[in-house]
């Protein structure tokens, strides 16, 4: 079991900026990569960033360049500083770990957040 505990969501005005944590504890040791999600209003979770236990980074197009995930791999904490924040940026934002097994089979697992509101104003 990996277990997600998500913070630093709040209100900011367009234009701020804000920085999630997400503390992984429990088998950590199984986790092979983690990110943050999204659900807008209305909308579907999206995939916003995602760090790889190797260091690759993915993010979503209408971050790039205004969102960074970064990973503190000693105390498996993965953080996510928000820039240029936007009204659109609006969401639930939420912490996934993707985990491996090995029995009976390879397989992964994906832990999630309680999740944090972010509101930008405009």
């Known amino acids: 079991q990996v277990r997600l505990v998500e913070s630093g969501g709040g209100l900011v005005q367009a234009g701020g900026s804000l920085r999630l944590s997400c503390a992984a504890s429990g088998s950590t040791y199984r986790i092979v990569a983690m990110g943050w999600y999204r659900q807008p209003p209305g909308k579907q979770r999206e995939l916003v960033a995602e760090?790889?236990?190797?260091?690759?980074?993915n993010y979503a197009d209408s971050v790039k360049g205004r969102f960074t995930i970064s990973r503190d791999s000693v105390q498996n904490i993965v953080y996510l500083q928000m820039n240029s924040l936007k009204p659109e940026d609006t969401a639930v934002y939420s912490c996934n770990a993707r985990a491996k097994y090995f029995t009976p089979r390879y397989y992964e697992n994906d832990y999630w957040g309680q999740g944090t509101q972010v509101t930008v104003s405009s």
């Open positions: 760090t790889s236990s190797g260091g690759s980074t």
